[in-house]
C-alpha cells in the first residue's frame, strides 16, 4: 500500500474545511444578491470609513508585534538559558493562559482594567486618580498583547533550544565579548523563531474581533468587527466576503515577505 493513502483523510479534511470555504468566499465576494457577477463589492472597500477601519487594524496589530517581540525575546532568551534548565515553573506559567478559552483570557483582562477594576482599585488604595482605560484603543492593545505574547515566545524558545552551543562557545573562546556574542551569533541563528513568532502574533492580532468588541467597549471597530457584522448583523455576506477576500490578500503579502527573510522555511520548525 503506498503511503500516499493514509494522506487521504486530510486531503478530504483540508477540501471541506480550507478549499471550499476558501471558493465561497471567493463565489460570494465576486457576485451581487442575485448572483451576477460584479466587482462593486471590491469597489465599495475603497470607501475612506473602510480604509480607515484596516489602516486602525494594521498599525495596532503592528505595535501589538512589537510589544510581543520586545518581550518575548528576553523571556525566551532565559527560558532557554541554562540557569533555567532545572527550574520549568515560569515555564507552565507561559503556557497555562494557552489552556484557557480565549474569551475567558479577554474577560480576566476585562475585570482587571475596567473602572471598578483591580488595578484601579490598587491606584485610588495608594491615593492616587483612577485611569479610563476601557473604551480605549490601549485597551485593545493591551488585550492582544495579553493573549498573544505566548505565541512570540514559544517559536522564539524552540529556536534558541535547537541552537547548537559549541557555536556560542567557539565564539567565546575566540574572545569575543557576551555582546558580540549576543548580536552576531545568538541573534541571528534564532532569527527563524523570530519570523516564526512574528507570523504568528501578526495575523490573528490584525483580524481579531472579540477583544476590540469586549476591551473597545464599542468605541471604535476593527476590520474583524466590520467583517462579522456585514455577515451576522448586515446579512450582507457579499461585502463580507469582499472584505475577507482584501485581508486574506494582505495577510499573504505580508506572509511572503516574511518568507524573504527565512527563504529555506526553517522558521516552520518553531511551531
Not at 556560542?168 to 565579548?177: F, K, N, Q, T, W
Not at 448583523?233 to 511572503?256: H, K, Q, T, Y
Request: net charge neutral; glycine share 6%; charged share 10%.
Amino acid at each position: 500500500m503506498k503511503r500516499s493513502v493514509f494522506a487521504g483523510p486530510y486531503v478530504v479534511w483540508m477540501v471541506l474545511s480550507t478549499i471550499a470555504p476558501l471558493l465561497f468566499v471567493v463565489y460570494f465576494a465576486l457576485t451581487s444578491a442575485s448572483g451576477a457577477f460584479t466587482l462593486n463589492n471590491l469597489v465599495k472597500f475603497v470607501d475612506p470609513i473602510y480604509l480607515g477601519v484596516l489602516w486602525r487594524s494594521l498599525y495596532l496589530a503592528f505595535y501589538c508585534t512589537v510589544i510581543c517581540l520586545v518581550i518575548g525575546y528576553p523571556a525566551a532568551y532565559f527560558l532557554a538559558s541554562k540557569d533555567f534548565s532545572k527550574n520549568q515553573a515560569l515555564f507552565v506559567l507561559i503556557l497555562l493562559p494557552m489552556w484557557m478559552n480565549f474569551l475567558l483570557r479577554t474577560y480576566a483582562m476585562m475585570s482587571m482594567i475596567e473602572d471598578t477594576g483591580m488595578i484601579n482599585n490598587l491606584l485610588k488604595w495608594m491615593g492616587l486618580e483612577p485611569l479610563e482605560m476601557i473604551g480605549t484603543e490601549g485597551a485593545v492593545l493591551m488585550g492582544m498583547v495579553y493573549n498573544f505574547v505566548p505565541f512570540m515566545i514559544l517559536p522564539i524558545h524552540t529556536s534558541l533550544k535547537k541552537m547548537d552551543n559549541r557555536i556560542i562557545e567557539a565564539a567565546e573562546d575566540l574572545g569575543a565579548p557576551p555582546a558580540q556574542v549576543f548580536y552576531r551569533v545568538v541573534m541571528p541563528l534564532s532569527l527563524p523563531g523570530v519570523i516564526s513568532g512574528i507570523t504568528m502574533v501578526f495575523m490573528p492580532a490584525v483580524t481579531t474581533f472579540a477583544i476590540s468588541r469586549l476591551l473597545g467597549s464599542g468605541n471604535f471597530f476593527l476590520f474583524g468587527d466590520i467583517i462579522e457584522r456585514q455577515f451576522l448583523e448586515a446579512n450582507d455576506w457579499n461585502f463580507g466576503s469582499a472584505l475577507s477576500l482584501v485581508m486574506m490578500a494582505l495577510i499573504l503579502i505580508s506572509m511572503s515577505l516574511l518568507n524573504k527573510a527565512d527563504p529555506k522555511q526553517e522558521g516552520s520548525g518553531a511551531y
